[in-house]
């Protein structure tokens, strides 16, 4: 296993349990370079499994991340499929 998918694994349970907080936050709670934070929310990302929402209160622009929902992570055919059975 690389030794990126353990500050991954890392970062995507901090965000399951605490959604909502920027990268500065994630690096400091974790005690990690916020290069290495970004790095894996983009990983994360790409994977579909965080999602980023964007927060302007003053000029500053924060990204918050969230974890995708686990309905949104099963295929679509499997959700259609799982769908008709729960209306039987």
């Known amino acids: 296993m690389p030794?990126?998918?353990s500050s991954e694994e890392k970062i995507y349970?901090?965000?399951c349990k605490n959604p909502g907080n920027c990268t500065y936050t994630i690096s400091k709670r974790l005690k990690?370079?916020?290069g290495r934070v970004r790095?894996?929310?983009t990983r994360l990302k790409e994977k579909g499994l965080?999602?980023?929402k964007f927060e302007r209160r003053n000029p500053r622009i924060?990204?918050?991340s969230y974890p995708t929902k686990m309905?949104?992570?099963i295929p679509k055919a499997l959700r259609k499929d799982l769908r008709k059975m729960?209306?039987?």
């Open 3 to 5: 030794k990126n998918s």
């Open 13 to 15: 349970r901090f965000v």
């Open 32 to 34: 990690m370079s916020g």
């Open 39 to 41: 790095n894996a929310l």
């Open 50 to 52: 965080v999602k980023f």
């Open 62 to 64: 924060r990204k918050l």
């Open 71 to 73: 309905w949104n992570l």
């Open 86 to 88: 729960m209306k039987k």
